[in-house]
């Protein structure tokens, strides 16, 4: 029962939309102070932003938008980081 399975699994993301995280072991979560440890599932450099798998918003500031809405001010001092593009 393949497709009844899936179904299930879908219903269970949508209760679940903040937490995204699918490795092992699971990245902190989104009210952990370590929050900003979980992987970027989507990086958009030109907007200034990565969205991590814990749901939270990362801006190049660190700055933090989280699920819930809440609004972290930037607390550190901007750095310039090296990503490989290659
Ligand atoms: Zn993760």
Redesign the pocket.
């Known amino acids: 029962m393949q497709s009844k399975r899936r179904r299930t699994d879908a219903i269970t993301r949508r209760k679940t939309t903040a937490t995204m995280?699918?490795?092992q072991p699971?990245?902190p979560t989104a009210d952990s102070a370590d929050r900003e440890a979980?992987?970027p599932v989507a990086y958009h450099p030109e907007q200034g932003w990565s969205l991590l798998?814990?749901g939270v918003l990362l801006f190049e500031d660190t700055g933090e938008l989280l699920p819930d809405g809440q609004i972290i001010a930037p607390h550190r001092p901007l750095r310039t980081r090296h990503v490989t593009a290659a």
């Open positions: 995280c699918q490795h699971l990245c979980a992987h798998c814990n």
